[in-house]
């Protein structure tokens, strides 16, 4: 694997720090900024909403940019918004700082993973997307749980400064290790650009990520309150068992594209299949000892994070390489669509029948992510043999 791939994974992994590091550090913004959590907490779904329509957009309005040139002004437009997030003076300037950055999110990735296929031979695409990714994993494993730590010792403002430190390094590997001259096929029309929006298989992709996805944080969402209050578990028993979901995404992430190299297809039903499995166990994990829990929530983490490489490598092969940048961006969206849709049905049903009931919820949603996933087969049953 070429190093300009672990350059696009530091990318990654500022962009993964960013968008998770509010959620440590809610209680303190809702003081600071005098709001109420759950007021604090819109800032999560404004940054997702953002996302979704940055993606697309902004992937349509630089598709004539050369593709290094292009990550490089994502990264500064980053930077910018981290430091406006840290001199934040309210709500509502927060609020434009998360947005802002949150546009730069699906278009580095969409972007970033067509470079990563195009950095590799065939047989090896879909690992160097999980590569990539490996960035957004490590953020979870390490930048997070750093940004909150920094927010507690030394307030929330000085942990988006911090973050804006670690997009101006990811800068400066970008521009150092990622290759001038990138082989990049001349842009379509607008016109022919947009008609991937009439391919059925782009949108059983995409239908796959936000269903499939969702019922991971229909669960992760809520772990902390089903550790403390079911399995009974402490304060520094949560924190180590979310390290360990952290630790199980990056194993996850690289073995769900080793094996999307050896058949997209194939892979996603194995990786859904035992997603659904073990989201179904949680029935039983969390009930029977802190130690059960821990291991349970470790392999959570490996099966959640083995189904990204093959939902990304199938969204961009339903639409061939003259859609590709414009596919890989709406399925960022996606993901972050499944992760609203996952926290929503969480939610609600833990208001209508308790906590333990969005095992259920869960596991339904992956499930449906699996039917998409056969009426897809249906439609080209040659892509069961497909590779990445």
Known sequence: MPVSLLALAAGAFGIGTTEFIIMGLLTQVSQDLGIS??????????????????APVLTLATRHWPR???????????IAGNITAA?????????GARMLT????????????????GLVAKDKQASAIALMFSGLTLATLLG??????????????????????????????????????????APAALRDELSILASTPLWLGLGMTVFGFGGVFALYTYVEPLLSQI??????????????FGAGSAVGNIAGGKLADRGVVRALWITLGALVAVLLAGRWAFGISAAVAMAYVTVLGVVAF???APMQMRVMQGVGSQGATLASSLNIAAFNLGNALGAWVGGSLIAGAG????????????AIGLVLVAMGQRRSPAAALQTA
């Open 68 to 78: 290094k040139w292009l990550l490089l002004g994502l990264m500064l437009i980053f």
């Open 87 to 95: 001199m934040a003076p309210s709500y509502g300037w927060l609020m």
């Open 102 to 117: 949150s546009l730069t999110h699906g278009t580095f990735f969409g972007v970033g993973a067509v470079v990563a296929t």
């Open 355 to 366: 906590l333990l009931s969005i095992i259920w919820g869960a596991a339904a949603l992956s």
């Open 144 to 185: 997070v749980p750093a940004g909150t730590w920094i927010g507690q010792h030394f307030g929330w403002r000085m942990a988006f400064a911090a973050v804006a430190v670690i997009g101006v390094v990811a800068l400066g590997i970008l521009a150092a290790f990622v290759p001038s001259k990138l082989q990049q096929a």
């Open 231 to 244: 399995t009974q578990m402490g304060n520094t028993g949560v924190a180590l068992s979310l390290l360990l």
């Open 37 to 54: 959590i759950p007021t604090a907490g819109t800032l999560i779904s404004g940054y997702a909403f953002g996302v979704a329509i940055g």
């Open 306 to 308: 083995a189904t990204v």
